[in-house]
């Protein structure tokens, strides 16, 4: 059987929480550590339309309006990555939506609190990392192999 591991870009957030916490420099070692190339970041303060915008998918759930409010409380932190099977590693790194029930070591465990101040978002598969990643940053704003402007 051959590898199945391939190079794949993902998208990421430190959320408000974790940025008002000082928590944004260990955030980012922690991902370096694992693996992650940062292609890009870009610290930024969404306004409501954005953040509405943004988390459209969850429009109809009952925790839309808290997310919009938290997700606008303070500046967050996106960062586009690579790596090998970048989005199903970034789950893993991440940890359970559920800070109090993620893994020890997991960034959601050691700077998380619980459901909605969990630290980081992550994008939960390929497609909706390049949706995402297309969201907060244009092709020239990516910095890899394959993305060096000539």
Known sequence: MGDRSRMEETLTIIKPDAV???????????LEDAGFTVQAIRRL??????????YAVHRERPFFADLVAFMTSGPA???????ENAVARLRDTMGATDSTRAAPGTIRNLYGTDIQNNAIHGSDSPGNAAIERAFFFAGCDMVGPARIPR
């Open 45 to 54: 303060r969404l306004t409501q339309a954005q953040a509405e915008a943004f």
């Open 20 to 30: 008002r916490a000082g928590h944004t420099g260990r955030i980012i070692a922690h």
């Open 77 to 83: 932190v996106a960062l586009a990555l690579s790596r």
